[in-house]
């Protein structure tokens, strides 16, 4: 069975740490790029960055760029998104996604997660 699980999610204060893990069964991560991408209630899904196959190129949005770091683990078929610094605009729900290359924005990204939830609030 094909699946992407995420975890990693919770409950965090603003300017603190979380690393989410998006975890790969039932096929291999290796060839693909994997993206992460999120969204908060009442708000559309939003691309955050991606990380291609080789993990020689990893991209960032502007909102997140300097504070979130995506990387791989093709050993592990798991991709992670470490994210620091965080601001309570950062709290939605999170999904990761697979693609041949990145791309901004959701369309034509194959499999995806079911989401974890990361909320920013002191």
């Known amino acids: 069975q094909v699946q992407l699980v995420e975890s990693g999610g919770g409950l965090v204060q603003p300017g603190g740490s979380l690393r989410l893990s998006c975890a790969a069964s039932?096929?291999?991560?290796?060839?693909?790029?994997v993206a992460w991408f999120r969204q908060a209630p009442g708000k559309e899904r939003e691309w955050v960055s991606c990380?291609?196959?080789?993990?020689?190129?990893?991209s960032y949005a502007d909102s997140v760029k300097g504070r979130f770091t995506i990387s791989r683990d093709n050993a592990k078929n798991t991709v992670y998104l470490q994210m620091n610094s965080l601001k309570p605009e950062d709290t939605a729900v999170y999904y990761c996604?697979?693609?041949?290359?990145?791309?901004?924005?959701?369309?034509?990204?194959?499999?995806w997660g079911q989401g974890t939830q990361v909320t920013v609030s002191s």
């Open positions: 996604a697979t693609r041949s290359t990145c791309r901004v924005g959701p369309s034509s990204y194959n499999y």
């Open positions: 039932g096929f291999t991560l290796d060839y693909y790029a």
């Open positions: 990380i291609s196959s080789s993990a020689s190129s990893t």
